[in-house]
């Protein structure tokens, strides 16, 4: 059965829950659930614990949509309460999931990173590949990760992203280049250690 509020704007979806359509919320959370979930995904770096903080973000959404301001982005609305549920779980956590895989990928893993496509996205929820990009990202500065992160898991504009961390737009643009100038050198690094080590592992006399 069609919805027919499924191609409305996120605007008529909240008009209708306020005025007594609640169950049109529904179409909210298919809109941005997957989103949600990756950033969340690449913030806790726990599947389980991103499933809960996303519930918990739709519910306090759906609790407080008659206080959002229509005029700013929805969007940059809910990924605020995102932001801080992710905070609050974190600071909950007894201990931070150690990542131990530590070995190099190719390139390809950065061009999947800045592809900004979908398809390559969901490429990334691969536990293997999954893990490195975090592990790639926590090397870079707190700013630089989570405009990446914003950006390219979260698929948030430039002007959401400076909207939502409080800065300028080229600020916003300037810190997810940087980042990702820093995670290309991060994996040429890892390929040239990569490259050495198994060069030690040659023996002298072939």
């Not at 829950?17 to 941005?32: D, K, N, P, T, W």
């Not at 916003?172 to 050495?196: C, M, N, P, W, Y």
């Amino acid at each position: 059965m069609n919805d027919p509020f499924h191609n409305s704007s996120d605007g008529e979806i909240i008009e209708a829950v306020l005025s007594g359509q609640r169950e049109q919320f529904a179409v909210i959370v298919q809109r941005y659930r997957k989103a949600l979930l990756r950033l969340a995904n690449q913030q806790l770096g726990h599947p389980q614990l991103a499933e809960d903080v996303v519930q918990e973000t739709f519910l306090n959404a759906f609790r407080w949509l008659n206080t959002y301001d229509s005029r700013y982005s929805f969007r940059t609305w809910l990924w605020t309460i995102l932001k801080n549920a992710c905070h609050r779980a974190y600071e909950q956590s007894s201990r931070r999931i150690k990542l131990n895989n530590t070995g190099s990928r190719s390139q390809k893993l950065i061009e999947q990173i800045s592809s900004n496509e979908l398809s390559a996205l969901e490429q990334l929820t691969c536990k293997e590949d999954h893990e490195h990009v975090r592990l790639l990202l926590d090397q870079l500065s707190d700013l630089q990760a989570e405009a990446v992160k914003l950006r390219f898991f979260g698929q948030m504009k430039f002007k959401e992203i400076a909207d939502l961390v409080g800065c300028s737009l080229p600020a916003a643009k300037a810190r997810v280049r940087q980042g990702l100038i820093h995670l290309t050198e991060f994996i040429e690094r890892d390929q040239f250690q990569s490259q050495a080590e198994l060069a030690q592992e040659i023996p002298n006399d072939v």
